[in-house]
């Protein structure tokens, strides 16, 4: 059977039941799920029908006629419209190519498939990795990134050996002081990988070890040995180590009969079966000892850019920026750090530390910088789709760059960007459902937890709102944007007390984020501490004439301090600004005292201009 061929299962297939497709480490499941291991990939309606179709005809010429009666029946499109669909749908199918175009005839599912009438889901064993711990003379960071970039790279193989477990959570747990075993427990993990870096003289040394949670045995244990210099190879061999030892029964019966071993010095080349987007590796071939030298350089400064700005401490986050802008310019191929840079200024203008132009401008000059179009490194689409929404005010563009990373499985940054993204156009149901998707694979990330209860309170489910907030203190008290979404919501939902304790501690903890000292300022006007409120809008309106200061958020502290035209006035400054935050809080209910306002109606009405214009470019070009 050749390569363009299907296999069918065993059981027969009777007339009129649904198959299920499994192809290239992917699985379309009988519901229309497309799972990539235990990934969910979002298609939209059309590319699901095409990939369905083109899937029953696997091997078999699919003409553009039959495309277009699948996907649109007698409803005349462009000619155009089919060739997108495809581009899209093979996008969200990379790194595979999958589906081969058949000059002036249509199209043909290249790849071997199986079918069955249902695959069942949670196939693969589920791993947890904890961050490496590092001793004494090896920095902190580096325990962090090669536990990242392990992730990374067993996510991106084209056959998925392993699900890896989603990172937020897996550290949640893992600050909480819990062994190794007890966060494969909390997690529901079938494997959990541990290990510790240390340092020799010239070498790196990376004792890791394999448990199983069932039982909490050891299934074996590796000592991986790199040279200082050459630590850019080191996630690699393990990767290789893992595949290996996967294949070998790992997690059989017969694993706990595995023991130790060293493995040979790990070299810098990626493995050839992970994604080439991942950064390890160093892009461009290595010429001469100065060019090593500096892309080594780069990339030491890139990981510890991208375990600094990761603190959302105001401070560490302008180090971070730093590193990463210093890791670019040794070595303008680092794609990571030009994407990395990227996330890290959307999230400084969403934390108010970084003035939106700013944040646009960076943004702009990563994709410019990266040759030929954005769309090499997808993982920068999504920061890039949130600057053209509520910067550039250019939803199509917008919506395009979302489209072609909507295949991106869920990662804190982007997920952050695609939640923000359909929260700040009203979508609400569909930010709940994206955030309870996302919670599905991330259960113990504190800020899906808490965004899920904003989204519930902008759509005005205050009780679900309440509840869901208050799971999410219970659970992660302790986190920054639990405290500030916390201390809104139980404001205005008449717990002032809480508020006002969460609010401050949150200030205390983070002075110089302007968010919790809005928070503050609300929940202490909502208490009735009219004057103290005042005091605080004094202190930021002194603070705005220094630096650039989110505004969005202080219209609602001028509401409920009943001073209509000075929330009027907050959101005017935000909208001149390209505030972030801006859109939501047209939807905010903590400020319908506004609705009947004639400026409220005008800025709500930039929403609605532009999903129109949005909506008539895409019945243009059908």
Known sequence: MNSSQSESSSDPVREGEELAYSFC????????????????????????????????????????LQLKQELWGDVHVTADSILKCLSSLRARLEPESC??????????????????????????PRLAILPFATEYSVPEHLGHALAEETMARLSNLRNPILSVLARDSVLTLARREL?????????????????????YSSQFRLRAEMIRVEDGVQLWVEDLLVDQNRLTGLESELVERL??????????????????????????????????????????????SETRDLKREAYDTYLRGHHEWQTLHRHRMQDGLQHLLRAIELDPTLIAAKVDLAHLCVTQALNGYMPPAVSAGHVHRIEESISGSSYQALDLLPALGWINFHFDHNLPAALQAFSFSAHLPHDPWITRERSMFTLSRHRFSEAIALLSAAIETDPYSPWLQSRLAWA???????????????????????????SFYGALILAYNGDSTRSIQLAHDLVQTLPFLDLATAAHAYALACAGRKDDARTILERLQWLSRERY????????????????????EQLRSANEARCPWFFQMLADPRLKPLHSDPEFKQMRAILTAMEADAAQQVRAEN
């Open 25 to 64: 480490g992917f699985r379309l499941e009988t519901d229309g799920t497309l799972r990539r291991g235990e990934t969910i990939v979002h298609l939209p309606p059309k590319e699901l029908a095409a990939l369905k179709l083109l899937l029953s005809s696997a091997g078999q010429i699919v003409t553009h």
């Open 549 to 568: 200061l989110l505004s969005s958020f202080n219209a609602a502290i001028y509401v409920a301090l009943g001073d209509l035209d000075g929330a009027i």
């Open 99 to 124: 589906i081969q175009t058949v000059y002036k005839r249509g199209y043909r599912f290249t790849a071997r498939v199986s079918r069955s009438l249902d695959l069942p889901s949670g196939t693969l």
């Open 243 to 288: 595949a290996f030892r996967m294949a070998s029964g790992t997690n059989s019966d017969r694993s706990s009969t595995f023991g130790s071993s060293t493995a040979t010095p790990a070299g810098s080349s990626p493995s050839p079966r992970t994604n080439p987007q991942q950064i390890s590796a160093v892009a461009a071939p290595e010429t001469d």
């Open 456 to 482: 519930l309170h902008l759509s005005g489910q205050a009780a679900e709102s309440v509840a869901q907030i208050e799971n999410a203190i219970n659970t992660f008290g302790e986190h920054e944007f639990t």
């Open 179 to 199: 062994t190794a075993h007890q966060v494969g427990q909390a997690l529901k993990a079938d494997l959990v990988l541990t290990g510790t870096l240390r340092t």
